[in-house]
């Protein structure tokens, strides 16, 4: 009898420095934990792999990338965590190759690359497919595939000379192909479910982007099923299959324990490890990190400006239905640097009101943590209407007619991010309206005039939005003008260096662009 373990981590972002969820931890708790378990003398062999999205998403990760332009830190990170197996994510793509392949070339552990291809030698773009493992005659087989909707998010010059592979095809070919030969089989996939679990009911858009359900429905012969991508705490069988996700930012160590004996599988259990169960680091992975991790916090601590924001509330809900000054102030910012006729952006998180008074660049990737670069698309005032009642699908109201948010933007993963708050028109809104009649007219603030249906006007938004993320039609099939070389973090940074009282009186009291009607 041989008792065989498997360690997983997913979507770990760069969270070195202290996870935004979870103040006074970080990766480097869960790289202490991660060693204690993979000394666990009543397991036989352990199997540690980490499921990618490792060198993006954080504070520190900003420095990396836009001040040394070097992401192998965290791959000295993970080699001090014994890896044996590491898959791309969607975000190792965000930079380019310049970027991420020096890291993963310096990555100790092999690489699974079943459906990212190497267009110039058709094979995968680093490491193998899969892997096949003998532990004393049993046989473990380890397929590793990544979501193929990357191009539908990335610059084309990021991935030039790549091809993405149908995730689910892969999975099913390689499956068909490792069965017969192993004795246990893993799927690990750095993607996520498109259906609930339980039901088999769809819960987003079949655009290919999150395949695991279909693939735990229609592909036989799966033994344990390792995913990702969606930042879900997931640990249950599916379809019969044990099926894994740990959360975001290392806040979970996935494991899964197998009990092989007589030929067979006997026994396997899986949870989800804490890493609040530590309150002790890792020593030798800080130190891995090193001269980049003391580099960062000096960088970040630095004052950036002082903010002139009035904030009109703490509530988001209430900024998010009713506007807010954060929000306008990034609106103006697109509209001024691409002269567009309108602008969105979404409110990421509950940090928003914060912006007030010297601003450090550590509270401001607090406030918007993400790189964004800025896109100019092209639609028609008959599209702004419909991306407009796309938009206001975020909200409901409840049976007492309460506005709340719309629960398939909280479950099975929070989606607030696909929610923007528009400048530069004002859309009259009548919630009480069927989902798709809410919007009665949406009026050019500039002429004070109605929108013209067959006009085409220009739209800043986020490159994400542009591309049709978060299941708007409209922005995937329309033309995009430009995208900018400048991302948003970065001009809001030249507005703190530069407050210009004028543009902040116009910000604080003309914030709010949905009117709301009976």
Not at 225 to 242: A, P, T
Not at 495 to 506: F, H, I, S, V, Y
Request: proline residues 4%; contains cysteine.
């Amino acid at each position: 009898m041989k008792t065989i373990r498997f360690l997983m981590t997913s979507d770990t972002h760069a969270q070195w420095l202290d996870h935004p969820d979870h103040p006074g931890h970080s990766l480097l708790n869960t790289a202490y934990l991660m060693k204690q378990l993979q000394s666990d003398p009543s397991v036989d062999l352990t199997l540690t792999i980490d499921l990618g999205d490792f060198i993006q998403g954080s504070s520190m990760a900003t420095y990396t990338s836009t001040i040394t332009h070097d992401a192998r830190p965290y791959a000295r990170a993970l080699n001090a965590m014994n890896y044996d197996y590491h898959l791309f994510g969607n975000h190792e793509f965000n930079f380019g190759p310049d970027y991420y392949r020096p890291a993963y070339e310096d990555l100790k552990g092999k690489i699974l690359c079943a459906n990212i291809i190497d267009q110039a030698t058709q094979s995968s773009l680093m490491g193998c497919p899969y892997e096949i493992i003998d532990f004393e005659g049993i046989k473990i087989g380890i397929i590793g595939v990544t979501t193929h909707y990357i191009p539908n998010w990335e610059l084309p010059e990021h991935y030039q000379g790549v091809d993405f592979l149908d995730a689910f095809e892969t999975v099913k070919h390689y499956v068909s192909l490792l069965r017969p030969q192993v004795d246990i089989l893993v799927v690990a996939y750095h993607g996520g479910f498109e259906s609930d679990l339980e039901t088999g009911q769809a819960t987003e858009e079949d655009t290919g982007e999150n395949q695991g359900y279909r693939m735990l429905s229609q592909i036989p012969g799966i033994d344990l099923f390792l995913s990702g991508h969606q930042h879900r705490q997931i640990c249950q069988k599916v379809n019969g299959v044990l099926t894994l996700q740990p959360g975001y930012g290392g806040e979970k160590i996935a494991s899964a324990k197998i009990v092989y004996d007589d030929g067979q599988i006997k026994q396997f259990d899986g949870e989800l490890i804490d890493f609040r169960s530590v309150s002790q680091e890792s020593a030798a992975v800080k130190s891995a990190l090193e001269p980049e991790y003391e580099d960062s916090q000096a960088w970040l601590n630095q004052v950036l400006g002082h903010s002139l924001m009035q904030n009109s509330t703490q509530d988001i809900l209430k900024a998010r239905s009713q506007g807010h000054p954060f929000a306008e102030m990034i609106n103006q910012l697109l509209l001024k640097e691409t002269d567009a006729d309108f602008s969105g952006v979404s409110l990421l998180n509950e940090h928003f009101f914060e912006f007030q008074g010297p601003i450090t660049r550590k509270q401001l990737l607090a406030i918007y943590p993400f790189y964004n670069l800025i896109a100019v698309v092209e639609v028609s005032g008959a599209d702004l209407y419909k991306i407009m009642e796309q938009n206001l699908n975020y909200f409901m109201l409840d049976e007492a007619g309460n506005l709340i948010v719309n629960p398939a933007y909280i479950e099975p993963k929070a989606q607030h991010f696909n929610y923007d708050l528009y400048s530069g028109f004002t859309c009259q809104v009548n919630l009480s309206q069927p989902v798709g009649q809410r919007v009665q007219k949406i009026i050019d603030e500039r002429t004070n005039e109605a929108i013209d249906l067959d006009k085409v006007y220009r739209l800043a938004v986020t490159q994400y939005r542009a591309v049709g993320g978060g299941n708007y039609p409209q922005y995937r099939e329309a033309p995009i003008i430009t995208i900018s070389s400048v991302d948003i973090q970065s001009l809001i940074q030249d507005a703190l260096a530069n407050p210009e009282k004028q543009d902040w009186d116009q910000i604080n009291q003309h914030y709010g662009h949905l009117l709301y009607i009976n």
